[in-house]
């Protein structure tokens, strides 16, 4: 019984769709085609957004990265000139003379 259903309804529609003019078959044409356009553009441009977002957070993340390699490479400069100071005192103690002597040695 549900098959005969199924194959009265699939026959009802096949027999109204013969039934349609070909103006109406136009239109119902021209209305697919449009939404086909219309998903199309959407599709585009939601592809042109996402490429500007991921470039933006590209070049956020090279920035952040530059900032955070001026940190370290200041941070490290630092750390020398602390261990200069901290070598020319011990050697100003062994050498009983003064840390600005022991530097210029």
Do not use: I
């Not at 199309?40 to 977002?53: C, I």
């Amino acid at each position: 019984m549900r098959k005969f259903t199924t194959f009265a309804a699939t026959a009802a529609t096949a027999l109204l769709l013969s039934a349609c003019s070909e103006k109406t078959q136009d239109a119902a044409g021209s209305a697919v085609e449009s939404a086909g356009n219309d998903v199309a553009d959407e599709a585009a441009a939601a592809t042109d957004e996402l490429a500007a977002k991921a470039a933006a957070a590209v070049d956020d993340a090279a920035a952040k990265t530059d900032e955070l390699g001026e940190k370290a490479s200041a941070e490290a400069k630092k750390a020398a000139a602390a261990a200069k100071q901290e070598t020319a005192k011990v050697e100003a103690s062994l050498h009983n003379e003064s840390v600005a002597e022991a530097k210029a040695d």
